[in-house]
């Protein structure tokens, strides 16, 4: 298993643009989650799903749309990124909402 | 609304001696799980080790262990025997166990200790 992986590791965006920030999971698992990751914050939720097709808004959700398609893949678009946005994004997945989380590589956005 | 507390921004050990880092929480639940998560350089996120609110037993994996007092809301991790492997940021984390809150399966984070371990 290739557990889960998070796509780009690096990305530098200017003010304005959009992108969608890559997470898949191969290990069949429900629970799906988006953190980001601030200097003195700890990491904070920003969207997660349940499953395919259901979606809620996390501590943070302003900013970042999601959608769940698939059991496996759970993509997080910035749709006009903001300098407040710079931050490192994780991705995590569990089997269920009781089972340990496992988390992606993470991606390192900078918003100019 | 569930809050955790790191009060040690930074600490920093000898190898081979031991280490404790303070994490406190707040929440009115009584059942909940509490984690410590490590992060290298690297940036992964690494589970090291999880207690259950009901289990009075203090969690322990190999060197890692934790002292679980409930009713003061505290749940530190100690290091034994530490390595230089052991260098990292360290976070404690908060999950509700009571299904069909909006909080249900979200990790709450404190802000993180950074560890460093010196030869």
């Known amino acids: 298993n290739a557990g889960v992986t998070q796509t780009p590791k690096f990305q530098v965006l200017k003010t304005g643009q959009s992108m969608t920030l890559q997470c898949a999971q191969d290990?069949?698992?429900?629970?799906m989650s988006w953190y980001r990751q601030d200097p003195g914050m700890g990491l904070r939720l920003i969207h997660y799903?349940?499953?395919?097709?259901?979606?809620d808004q996390g501590e943070v959700p302003n900013g970042y749309n999601v959608s769940r398609s698939t059991t496996e893949d759970f993509p997080l678009r910035l749709l006009s990124a903001a300098p407040s946005q710079t931050s490192v994004y994780f991705c995590?997945?569990?089997?269920?909402?009781?089972?340990?989380?496992?988390f992606g590589p993470g991606t390192r956005l900078t918003v100019t | 609304a569930q809050t955790v507390t790191q009060s040690q921004p930074e600490m920093s050990v000898q190898e081979a001696e031991t280490v404790t880092l303070s994490c406190t929480y707040d929440?009115?639940?009584?059942?909940?799980?509490l984690f410590w998560y490590k992060q290298p350089p690297s940036r992964q996120m690494i589970l090291v080790i999880r207690?259950?609110?009901?289990?009075?037993q203090n969690a322990t994996e190999n060197r890692f262990s934790v002292n679980f007092q409930k009713a003061a809301k505290s749940f530190s991790l100690k290091i034994s025997d530490s390595q230089l492997g052991d260098a990292a940021m360290y976070f404690c984390?908060?999950?509700?166990?009571?299904?069909?809150?909006?909080?249900?399966?979200?990790?709450?984070f404190g802000q993180g200790t950074i560890l460093t371990v010196h030869p």
């Open positions: 207690q259950e609110a009901y289990k009075q």
């Open positions: 799903s349940v499953g395919a097709g259901i979606t």
């Open positions: 290990m069949n698992h429900e629970y």
């Open positions: 984390a908060y999950r509700t166990s009571n299904a069909g809150g909006t909080s249900y399966g979200k990790l709450t």
């Open positions: 929440t009115s639940e009584s059942d909940y799980y």
């Open positions: 995590a997945s569990s089997y269920n909402l009781q089972g340990e989380q496992y």
